[in-house]
């Protein structure tokens, strides 16, 4: 296990995916990057969101994007 696309590929359960989630954070606060904080930021406050991709293995990405099309025909319109 030694990187975020190998924990969401491989990993089918949320709770072992909580386990892998939580090893890679400390590993990545060890390391000390500063370009990590935002990123353990996001996590933190997200976690949950984050861990129900591992339910359905799915995303609200499409949502998103529909969210930003309406968002972008608006300010045209406007």
Same mark, same amino acid.
């Given at each position: 296990?030694? #990187?975020?696309?190998?924990?969401?590929?491989?990993?089918?359960? @949320?709770?072992?995916?909580?386990?892998?989630?939580?090893?890679?954070?400390? @590993?990545?606060?060890?390391? @000390?990057?500063?370009?990590? #904080?935002?990123?353990?930021?996001?996590?933190?406050?997200?976690?949950?969101?984050?861990?129900?991709?591992?339910?359905?293995?799915?995303?609200?990405?499409?949502?998103?994007?529909?969210?930003? @099309?309406?968002?972008?025909?608006?300010?045209?319109?406007?």
């Amino acid at each position: 296990m030694s #990187n975020l696309s190998w924990i969401y590929n491989q990993t089918k359960d @949320k709770t072992v995916a909580l386990i892998r989630l939580a090893k890679w954070d400390k @590993k990545e606060r060890q390391a @000390k990057f500063k370009s990590f #904080n935002s990123i353990a930021r996001t996590m933190s406050v997200h976690y949950q969101n984050i861990l129900n991709y591992f339910d359905n293995r799915s995303t609200n990405a499409s949502a998103e994007s529909f969210n930003a @099309k309406i968002g972008s025909t608006q300010k045209v319109v406007e």
